[in-house]
Every structure is written in structure tokens, then in C-alpha cells.
Nanobody
Framework: VQLQASGGGLVQAGGSLRLSCAAS????????LDWYRQTPGKQRELVAS??????KYADSVKGRFTISRDDYKAAFYLQMDSLQPEDTAVYYC??????????????WGQGTQVTVSS
């Protein structure tokens, strides 16, 4: 699976962006789809995750970000509202596909830069 993230850019504080992640091939209902972000010198941080419709969010983005998926289009999204300068980061999409006997495969997109100006 190859993932292509897009939708990043420069936005003023309080603005919105919608990130998209397109997968080559198919997305399966059992796949876990995530968005991470990373700033220089820091570890990659899990921002949002969706598994079979169940969502989880980092405390810092709850109520402002929404993750969604469209398995038919083999894509998933991160709607980011009320953006703040501290949301500035490179955002990565990530897919976990369960396999047999407890195995799993992971795939990463290339990252898209989000910059929020104050």
C-alpha cells in the first residue's frame, strides 16, 4: 500500500484545513487509519485514529479535529478547525493492516506541511 498525503498549507490562526490521504489499492474495514504529526526535534505524535468507525484523538486536538474515512474511495481525511500556531507540524498519514496470526503491516505517507500563523 502506498499512501499519498495532501492538503497542507499555510493558514492563519482560527482557520481550517482538510488533509487527505489517498491509498493505492484498497482500504479494508479492518484497517486502522491514523494521522500523526511531527515538529523538529520532537517525536512523532499520534493526532487521530479511526478503526471501524471508532475514533480517538489526542487531547490537544479534541473538539477541533475530525478524522473520517471513505473506504470506497480508498481515502481518509483529517478536518482541522480552529487551528492554532502549536498545530504547526508535518502531518503524516499511517495505515495499520492486521494480518494472520497476530501479524500486522504498517504504511506511511510522505507527510504534508501545515503551518499556522498567529
Amino acid at each position: 500500500v502506498q499512501l499519498q498525503a495532501s492538503g497542507g498549507g499555510l493558514v492563519q490562526a482560527g482557520g481550517s484545513l482538510r488533509l487527505s490521504c489517498a491509498a493505492s489499492g484498497s482500504i479494508f474495514a479492518s484497517d486502522t487509519l491514523d494521522w500523526y504529526r511531527q515538529t523538529p526535534g520532537k517525536q512523532r505524535e499520534l493526532v487521530a485514529s479511526i478503526t471501524r468507525g471508532a475514533t480517538k484523538y489526542a487531547d490537544s486536538v479534541k473538539g477541533r479535529f475530525t478524522i473520517s474515512r471513505d473506504d470506497y474511495k480508498a481515502a481518509f481525511y483529517l478536518q482541522m478547525d480552529s487551528l492554532q500556531p502549536e498545530d504547526t507540524a508535518v502531518y503524516y498519514c499511517h495505515l495499520i493492516r492486521p494480518g494472520y496470526w497476530g501479524s500486522r503491516s504498517e504504511y506511511w505517507g510522505q507527510g504534508t506541511q501545515v503551518t499556522v500563523s498567529s
